[in-house]
């Protein structure tokens, strides 16, 4: 089992950027395929970015893709979240989830596909 403990959110004009990390409590941290998702209030938790155990393959929401970076430290059991050129509707929380190895039949982008989740981290932008 591992623990997720997210931080780093916090309240930002539009066009800023801002960096999450999810810390993991495991040293085989990278044996884990990560994921980040976003909840918006009254909306459904959706898929933002995902990495494989290994950092060698990287996933993103359309809606975020080449303005949000995942990337991970396997050494400090960390992965982070990248965002920049924020928007006013990127306002959510964010979770990090991870899973071990990798993800069931290769859907990086269900909430399914992750048993391990952290307790999320607000992100406000403003416009």
């Known amino acids: 089992q591992v623990q997720l403990e997210e931080s780093g959110g916090g309240l930002v004009q539009a066009g800023d950027s801002l960096r999450l990390s999810c810390a993991a409590s495991?040293?085989?941290?990278?044996?884990?395929?990560m994921g980040w998702f976003r909840q918006a209030p009254g909306k459904e938790r959706e898929f933002v970015a995902a990495?494989?155990?290994?950092?060698?393959?990287?996933y993103y929401a359309d809606s975020v893709k080449g303005r949000f970076t995942i990337s991970r430290d396997n050494a400090k059991n960390t992965v982070y979240l990248q965002m920049s050129s924020l928007k006013p509707e990127d306002t959510a929380v964010y979770y990090c989830?991870?899973?071990?190895?990798?993800?069931?039949?290769?859907?990086?982008?269900?909430?399914?596909?992750?048993?391990?989740w952290g307790q999320g981290t607000q992100v406000t932008v403003s416009s």
């Open positions: 495991r040293r085989s941290f990278s044996s884990y395929a």
């Open positions: 990495s494989s155990w290994r950092g060698g393959n990287t």
């Open positions: 989830a991870a899973v071990y190895l990798s993800w069931p039949s290769d859907h990086y982008n269900l909430r399914s596909s992750y048993p391990y």
